[in-house]
Structures are given as C-alpha cells and as structure tokens.
Nanobody, 123 residues
C-alpha cells in the first residue's frame, strides 16, 4: 500500500507559478513511477506528466510541455510538479498516482492515488 498526499495547490493569476508536491510514507516509493493527472469540472481525468522510478525519464502532455517540470527526490519520498506560465485552462484538481514499474500516460495503469489538490488560475 502506498499512501500519497498532494500539497501546494491554490489560487494564482494567469501567468503565475505553483509547485505541487506528492509525498508518500511508503518506504519503497523509489520503486514506483509517479504520474500527475488533472480533472477539470465536467471533464475526464487527463494525463499531465509522469516520471520514472529513477527520475531519468520524464513525460509530458503537449498541453503542458515547456511550462511544467516534473522531478523527484527519492530520499524525501516526494515528487514535484513545477507549473509555470499557468493559464485559466490549467484550472483543475490535480492528482498524483503511483504505479510499480514503468510510467504510463493512462490513468487505468496506476494503482494508488492521492486525494487531489485544487489549482485555480484566474484570468
């Protein structure tokens, strides 16, 4: 069992930045790939970014590429999502999720989920 907790959400103006954190109490956290997904009201959950267990490989949706940066510190059992140049369309609940093995862009592949963090970008 991996318990994930997101933090760092909030309200920011268009063009601003936020950093989300995904922390875990599980000691084997470093063996899991981590994905960030987001869900806006009335829309399906969509992939935003993912990082391999080692941190060597990162993946981004086209909609966030060059604006978001994913990273991890396995010594702290934490994955970060740095979000820059935020736009109102980025407004959503952001979830981190863990999968043992390789990273995936499909939410169906992930085994464990956090409770979500609200990100609101005002125009």
């Amino acid at each position: 069992q991996v318990n994930l907790i997101e933090s760092g959400g909030g309200l920011v103006q268009s063009g601003g930045s936020l950093r989300l954190s995904c922390g875990a109490s599980e000691g084997s956290f470093s063996t899991y790939a981590i994905g960030w997904f987001r869900q806006a009201p009335g829309k399906e959950r969509e992939f935003a970014s993912a990082i391999s267990w080692s941190g060597r490989n990162t993946y981004y949706a086209d909609s966030v590429k060059d604006r978001f940066t994913i990273s991890r510190d396995n010594a702290k059992n934490t994955v970060y999502l740095q979000m820059n140049s935020l736009k109102p369309v980025d407004t959503a609940v952001y979830y981190c999720a863990a999968v043992y093995g390789g990273a995936s862009r499909s939410p169906d592949d992930y085994e464990y989920w956090g409770q979500g963090a609200q990100v609101t970008v005002s125009s």
